[in-house]
């Protein structure tokens, strides 16, 4: 399994990033993905999920309305968009999947909010 973030970088409050995450290594289509978010000095918390054929999302009450999580099957990727950016989303974002009860991450992408 491998899971490669990219798309982070720095932005201005109330600003826009779309983060990507390639899949490899496992049938991407048969396993719902998560993005998950981990800021300096706090544990590691989800941030959104989608289903294993996109039809069901869910979101962590601090980005709901916010954040968009999708994928694309065809080209075995998940996304994150993100919008109206806060200072507090300031964190490495991870994405996430369970395999055969066995977890993985992705070495994350760094995501800073600041003016």
């Known amino acids: 399994v491998q899971l490669v973030e990219s798309g982070g970088g720095l932005v201005q409050p109330g600003g826009s990033l779309r983060l990507s995450c390639a899949a490899s290594?496992?049938?991407?289509?048969?396993?719902?993905m998560r993005w998950d978010r981990q800021a300096p000095g706090k544990e590691r918390e989800m941030v959104a999920g989608i289903t294993s054929a996109g039809g069901s999302t869910n979101y962590a009450d601090s980005v709901k309305g916010r954040f968009t999580i999708s994928r694309d099957n065809s080209k075995n990727t998940v996304y994150l968009q993100m919008n109206s950016l806060k200072p507090e989303d300031t964190a490495v974002y991870y994405c996430?999947?369970?395999?055969?009860?066995?977890?993985?991450w992705g070495q994350g992408t760094q995501v800073t909010v600041s003016s």
């Open positions: 290594g496992f049938t991407f289509s048969s396993y719902a």
């Open positions: 996430y999947v369970r395999k055969w009860s066995l977890d993985y």
